[in-house]
T-cell receptor, first 114, second 114 residues
Framework: GDSVTQMEGPVTLSEEAFLTINCTYT??????LFWYVQYPGEGLQLLLK?????DKGSNKGFEATYRKETTSFHLEKGSVQVSDSAVYFC?????????????FGKGTTLSVSS | DVKVTQSSRYLVKRTGEKVFLECVQD?????MFWYRQDPGLGLRLIYFSYDVKMKEKGDIPEGYSVSREKKERFSLILESASTNQTSMYLC?????????????FGSGTRLTVV
């Protein structure tokens, strides 16, 4: 079945460091791909998305490019801030016979120190 | 912006109690979802619904049921709460079944069963 695998955390960085969180997927169809962020004590918020190959999603300085050839959707940010400390979830959504619930990775915790 | 509202942020219930978790969305979204979130396990889908009075089992439906009598409201019911149902419960809604539409999440209900 469809699945998402993301790098295990926690990821610990200093402020202004470069961030990469790896995400790869397995899907039978042509999924849409998402990154969600969860700040402490809150629900998940959509960070960015891409709906077809080579699309780049971007928001708040974060970027991810839909790479069909490597089935990847890695999240990057050039200079992280303390306020970026959160849990990040990669997810995919594709139509199938049972309907289309989002499938999530297990999440990667990012901790940024000043 | 679409809002998804979960009735309680924190709940403490006793083993064996019947527990109702309520979720309301203020747009005309067709799809609604219940997930539970546990450390190391990520988000796991409990139930989802495509429309009023429709429901589909997710990955872990045992011990839960749902009700969707109105389009805007999706209730999760723990028939007889047990300590292994202590978790963060997240409700989400989505406009369409497939592809490019992500979810809007509520803030979550942290349930403790004692």
């Amino acid at each position: 079945g469809d699945s998402v695998t993301q790098m295990e955390g926690p990821v610990t960085l200093s402020e202004e460091a470069f961030l990469t969180i790896n995400c790869t997927y397995t899907a039978t169809g042509y999924p849409s791909l998402f990154w969600y962020v969860q700040y402490p004590g809150e629900g998940l918020q959509l960070l960015l998305k891409a709906t077809k190959a080579d699309d780049k999603g971007s928001n708040k300085g974060f970027e991810a490019t839909y790479r069909k050839e490597t089935t990847s959707f890695h999240l990057e940010k050039g200079s992280v801030q303390v306020s970026d400390s959160a849990v990040y979830f990669c997810a995919l959504r594709t139509a199938n016979q049972a309907g289309t619930a989002l499938i999530f990775g297990k999440g990667t915790t990012l901790s940024v120190s000043s | 912006d679409v809002k998804v509202t979960q009735s309680s942020r924190y709940l403490v219930k006793r083993t064996g109690e019947k527990v109702f978790l309520e979720c309301v969305q203020d747009m005309d979204h067709e799809n609604m979802f219940w997930y539970r979130q546990d450390p190391g396990l990520g988000l796991r889908l409990i139930y989802f619904s495509y429309d009023v009075k429709m429901k589909e089992k997710g990955d872990i439906p045992e011990g839960y049921s749902v009700s969707r009598e109105k389009k805007e409201r999706f209730s999760l019911i723990l028939e007889s709460a047990s300590t292994n149902q202590t978790s963060m419960y997240l409700c989400a809604s989505s406009l369409r079944r497939q592809g490019a539409y992500g979810y809007t999440f509520g803030s979550g209900t942290r349930l403790t069963v004692v």
